[in-house]
């Protein structure tokens, strides 16, 4: 989120002293980071956040970090309020509080960093494998083909309304220009799953872990040479693979897909963690989707985003550049890592 988008969304915290009445705490400080609060209580630093999502998601995330904790300590934990519940309703929007994690936001450049996230991204699976949850929505495993089946009727309904438009903007042309080649890149990965030990994998239970599904380098928090992970609101089900591919694309793309940080990832991840042949085959089925393109196009034809033409328009752009820097990169990691 952008700094502006920051300022904006925490306009719409509505908060008094009486809301913090509900905490057995007592607060000297309200500091506003990023889209959340950071209050200095008499009882430690927290964070305030406004929860977007619904009741039972909040409590998915609470029941998937009590799940973890004792096996992998190094997670957020919620602070309860007078009543013993970790939400609290106020003036019709539903918040929480929990502890602050202390440490630094990773650094992609950084190897060393690189080591310890993945080290530490290894151990969370581990400490995750066997969660059930009643929330079937959660569950992602056994349903990436479809996904990538409907990614491709979603690209060509963009197209066709890029297509209708009579006054075409630069990015309708862009976009046009480009979409044909990035459909192909979908049915690619449509056809690399169907090919693969995909839907085995997602039958064996050490495959499948809670994937934190949104590893930016803000939500990684490096103290004492140990990863500790924040923000769980994208949190699903599904397999391990999944998460990998994640950290791989937001560490990759702006380091012009050095397969360097790819192999040093996976090294690292598998001194505590396991990956066989088989799940890297369905990693690259996953590294092969051109997320990214997907991602503006989808913001920009169903208005997700509430951006300026210039921004998205700059967004795609960018996308675009790198299109030969991917190619090469996914080459690389078939003959080098995939070994195929």
């Known amino acids: 989120m952008d700094r502006y988008g920051d300022k904006k969304y925490l306009a719409k915290y509505d908060l008094c002293m009486d809301f913090f009445d509900k905490f057995d705490l007592k607060i000297n400080d309200i500091i506003p980071v990023r889209n959340v609060y950071m209050i200095s209580t008499d009882k430690g630093e927290k964070i305030l956040k406004k929860v977007e999502y619904t009741l039972d998601e909040l409590k998915f995330i609470y029941e998937v970090l009590d799940y973890v904790r004792s096996k992998f300590p190094r997670v957020i934990n919620f602070v309860k309020n007078k009543s013993g519940h970790i939400y609290t309703i106020w003036k019709g929007d539903m918040y929480c ?6 440490g630094k936001e990773c650094n992609f450049s950084n190897p060393v960093d ?30 990436l083909i479809d996904v990538f089946k409907r990614r491709v009727q979603e690209m060509e309904f963009f197209r ?19 979409s044909r080649h990035y459909i192909r890149e979908i049915e690619k990965s449509e056809k690399l799953l169907e090919k693969s030990c995909y839907y085995k994998l997602c039958s064996e239970e050490d495959k499948i872990a809670v994937c ?13 040479n140990k990863a500790y992970f924040v923000d769980f609101d994208y949190a699903i089900i599904d397999l391990k693979v999944h998460d990998l591919c994640n950290f791989i694309n937001k560490v990759v793309k702006n380091f012009a897909f050095d397969i360097e940080k790819t192999r040093l990832i996976i090294n690292s991840y598998c001194t505590e963690n396991t990956l066989s042949d088989r799940e890297l085959e369905v990693l ?19 208005k997700r985003k509430n951006w300026e033409e210039e ?13 030969e820097e991917r190619k ?9 890592i995939l070994k195929k």
Do not use: C, Q, W
């Open 114 to 143: 690189l080591d310890i996230a993945s080290k530490g991204l290894a151990e969370y699976h581990l400490a995750s494998e066997g969660f059930k949850s009643s929330m079937n929505n959660k569950y992602n495993n056994g349903r």
């Open 212 to 224: 934190h599904h949104d590893l930016a380098y803000h939500n990684i928090l490096i103290n004492d």
């Open 328 to 336: 090469e990169f996914l080459e690389e990691f078939k003959d080098t």
């Open 97 to 102: 509080i929990m502890d602050m994690v202390n």
């Open 284 to 302: 690259y089925a996953m590294l092969n989707f051109p997320n990214d393109f997907y991602t503006i196009s989808k913001d920009y034809y169903t």
């Open 160 to 178: 066709s309304i890029a297509d209708i438009h009579e006054k075409k903007t630069e990015f309708d042309k862009i976009f046009i220009y480009n």
């Open 311 to 323: 921004v998205f328009l700059d967004r795609l752009k960018r996308k675009i550049r790198y299109r």
